[in-house]
């Protein structure tokens, strides 16, 4: 690496003597050599790849005096690594010097006061990320929005296996919060097929059903909501419909677009 460039970025780190941050633009293979050895933090390269190349980089690494090395954005970096020896194009974000090819933006600035402060901030800073979790009605709007424009949808991360978790989490809560027996009962006035809809929108087999429609035979007994000539004798003589209909509906199902976020 060219030693006067080096220079020009020791001068611009000293230009200031507080703990404020800057942003420098280092060539990519120098960030390459400042990665934290160490680092407990695994990454999914494919996926922060797909990210740069979608919508840019966005996100600067954040380098540590203390520790050496960069304490946050390792995998973005390594990212980058893997795109620029691939001959990938540059990403919007970064800079091209004429001798040193690609730059990437950095942080500098408010190091840790120990080297186990650092490491500390290294595990705080992805951890509280995770920690936050999502909010699975919120992002299945979001990607039902984004379901016509694929490359938009896969850079978010979330995948086909994650989008069916979300939607059965997302219409169990629905259930839960608005009283799981009131909810099948009007299901059941609906009639059969409106029935099926919920029971699929749940998740539900026919098995996770027949003790709710038990406890309403129960309580139809009692006169505490109106009899329907037996819920669950009427759901027995049905079943093989049920079974057929519930499968047919799975498959129409099968997609975004065709399933109910909100489980109604």
Same mark, same amino acid.
């Given at each position: 690496?060219?030693?006067?460039?080096?220079?020009?970025?020791?001068?611009?780190?000293?230009?200031?003597?507080?703990?404020?941050?800057?942003?420098?633009?280092?060539?990519?293979?120098m960030?390459?050599e400042?990665?934290?050895e &160490?680092?407990?933090?695994?990454?999914?390269?494919?996926?922060?790849?797909?990210?740069?190349k979608?919508?840019?980089?966005?996100?600067?690494?954040?380098?540590d005096?203390?520790?050496?090395?960069?304490?946050?954005?390792?995998?973005?970096?390594?990212?980058?690594?893997?795109?620029?020896?691939?001959g990938?194009?540059?990403?919007?974000?970064?800079?091209k010097h004429?001798?040193?090819?690609?730059?990437?933006?950095?942080?500098?600035?408010?190091?840790?006061?120990?080297?186990?402060?650092?490491?500390?901030?290294?595990?705080?800073?992805?951890?509280?990320?995770?920690?936050?979790?999502?909010?699975?009605?919120?992002?299945?709007?979001i990607?039902?929005?984004?379901?016509?424009?694929?490359?938009?949808?896969?850079s978010? &991360?979330?995948d086909?296996?994650?989008?069916?978790?979300m939607?059965?989490?997302?219409?169990?809560?629905?259930?839960?919060?608005?009283?799981?027996?009131?909810?099948?009962?009007?299901?059941?006035? &609906?009639?059969?097929?409106?029935?099926?809809?919920?029971?699929?929108?749940?998740?539900?087999?026919?098995?996770?059903?027949?003790?709710?429609?038990?406890?309403?035979?129960?309580?139809?007994?009692?006169?505490?909501?109106?009899?329907?000539?037996?819920?669950s &004798?009427?759901?027995?003589?049905?079943?093989?419909?049920?079974?057929?209909?519930?499968?047919?509906?799975?498959?129409?199902?099968?997609?975004?677009?065709?399933?109910?976020?909100?489980?109604?």
């Amino acid at each position: 690496m060219d030693g006067n460039y080096l220079l020009e970025l020791q001068d611009e780190l000293q230009r200031w003597d507080d703990d404020s941050l800057q942003l420098l633009y280092v060539p990519v293979m120098m960030v390459a050599e400042m990665l934290w050895e &160490g680092n407990p933090k695994d990454h999914d390269l494919g996926q922060i790849i797909t990210s740069i190349k979608t919508h840019g980089f966005r996100d600067p690494p954040e380098y540590d005096a203390t520790l050496g090395a960069f304490v946050a954005g390792n995998g973005r970096i390594e990212a980058l690594v893997t795109m620029y020896r691939t001959g990938e194009r540059m990403p919007l974000g970064l800079r091209k010097h004429p001798q040193h090819g690609w730059c990437v933006p950095c942080i500098f600035g408010n190091d840790a006061k120990t080297v186990a402060a650092a490491k500390a901030y290294g595990i705080a800073n992805n951890r509280a990320t995770e920690r936050g979790g999502w909010n699975d009605h919120a992002v299945l709007t979001i990607l039902k929005d984004l379901h016509a424009q694929p490359a938009l949808s896969e850079s978010t &991360g979330f995948d086909a296996d994650d989008i069916a978790r979300m939607l059965i989490d997302n219409s169990r809560q629905e259930m839960q919060e608005n009283n799981a027996l009131a909810w099948i009962y009007h299901a059941t006035r &609906g009639g059969i097929r409106a029935l099926l809809h919920t029971m699929v929108a749940l998740q539900w087999s026919i098995d996770d059903l027949m003790p709710t429609l038990e406890k309403m035979d129960e309580l139809a007994d009692q006169d505490q909501i109106p009899a329907m000539g037996g819920f669950s &004798g009427q759901m027995s003589i049905f079943q093989n419909h049920v079974r057929e209909e519930a499968e047919r509906l799975n498959k129409l199902w099968s997609t975004v677009d065709g399933m109910t976020i909100d489980g109604k």
